[in-house]
Structures are given as C-alpha cells and as structure tokens.
C-alpha cells in the first residue's frame, strides 16, 4: 500500500516569488509520481509526472518536480508565481513498474497555493 | 475533443434515499476510476472498471455502494440508503489503457449532498 503526505495545507505567496509545494510519499514497491492541479470551479488536471528516466521533470507552464528515492519526496517548485498559479495542488502515486496494480491513483491531502499581487 | 462527463453536477438528498450518479468517459478509453473526495481531503479511490468489468472494488465503503459499467462506456455509481457521512465530491476519471502510465483524465465531479 502507498501514502501521500502533503506537509502543507496552504500556501500564501506574493507574485513573482519562488515556491515550494512539499510532498512525501510511501510505498514498499517502486512508484509512479504525479502533481494535479485544481484551478477553482474546474476539475483536476495533470500538471506533470515521473515515470522514469531524469528525476527532474518539468510543466509547459514552469513548474518542475525533482524525484528524490532515498528521501521519497516529490516535491514541487517554481521560480516566480503568477496570480493565475493560484490553485489547490495535488500529489499522488501509483504502483510502479513490476508492480501488480494498474493506474489506481493514491492522494495526498491537497495545498492550496494562494498568490497575492 | 469532448473530456470526461459528470451528472449532475450537484445532487441534494434526504438521508436514506437512493442516488445514481454518472460518468461519460472519454470516447475509446477503457480504463475508467472512480474517487471520492470529502472536503479538505484529496481524492480516495472507490472502484476501477476494465471494459465492462469492476477489477477492483476494495474502495467502496460499504455494500450500500454499488457501481456499473453494462457497455464498457458510461458507467454509474449507484447509492443506496444515503447517509449524511456520504456527503462529498464523486470524481470520474477515465484513461486509455489500464496501466500506471496512462494519464487519467478526471471530470468536474458531483457534489452529493445528503441532508
């Protein structure tokens, strides 16, 4: 079985202010990583994903997520926030390669990114 | 082209009626997930459809929570003798195949509330 830990409920930041959306997981199989994005009075989005390969991977709007294994984090950054990043953030994993599981999706308990002029 | 569909998109109840509630995936997906989301909390998996088929049931919370999926396109979660701890977001979410890899795309959900 997995766990998502998402160590922030909120967030406030100023625009053009870097950030950081924290977000641990745990698994004793190998995992698959995501980050979901909620804008208000939309539905959930992928924002992006690790698979494999580079541990870094990026968004096409300029957020970025570094897989760490020996500290299973996921954690999510961007250099400078816009009023419109404002939105409630997601973290989730699945089963891996190898694995038994198909694309069951386990959550973390969401942070609401708030970005202030 | 068309993403995922949800109705309705609210549903208010009396506590102990029954509820159905659907989800139009998206065209050619076979993989569809279904997932409750209480508030403040992420999404919590219920049940996964393979074609036609429920593979995996383990997150419904009780027997009162059944779901279908006849033709292996629209599936509905059905809900019998509400009760109020039933209150939440019932998001669907379909992807192109079944396996980890696969994008699921989620709908705008329905927001059950049980008075």
């Known amino acids: 079985a997995q766990s998502v830990t998402q160590l922030d409920s909120q967030v406030p930041v100023f625009e053009e202010a870097p950030v950081e959306l924290r977000c641990n997981y745990s698994?004793?199989?190998?995992?698959?990583l995501f980050w979901y994005v909620q804008y208000p009075n939309q539905g959930l989005q992928l924002l992006l994903k690790y698979l494999s390969g580079s541990t870094l991977v990026e968004s096409i709007n300029g957020f970025e997520a570094e897989f760490n294994k020996s500290q299973t984090s996921f954690h999510l950054r961007k250099p400078s926030v816009h009023i419109s990043d404002t939105a409630e953030y997601f973290c989730a994993v699945s089963e891996g390669a190898g694995g038994t599981s198909y694309g069951k999706l386990t959550f973390g308990q969401g942070t609401i990114l708030t970005v202030h002029p | 082209g068309a993403g995922v569909s949800q109705t309705p998109s609210n549903k208010v109840t009396e506590k102990g009626k029954y509820v159905e509630l659907r989800c139009d995936p998206i065209?050619?997906?076979?993989?569809l997930y279904w997932y409750r989301q209480s508030l403040g909390q992420g999404p919590e998996f219920l049940i996964y459809?393979?074609?036609?088929?429920?593979?995996?049931d383990s997150g419904l919370p009780n027997d009162r929570f059944f779901a279908v999926r006849p033709e292996g396109s629209v599936s509905t979660l059905k809900i019998q003798r509400t009760e109020r701890g039933d209150s939440a977001v019932y998001l669907c979410a379909s992807s192109l195949g079944a396996v980890s890899t696969d994008t699921q795309y989620f709908g705008p959900g329905t927001r059950l509330t049980v008075l």
């Open positions: 459809f393979q074609g036609t088929g429920a593979a995996d």
């Open positions: 698994s004793s199989v190998s995992v698959y």
């Open positions: 065209s050619g997906h076979t993989a």
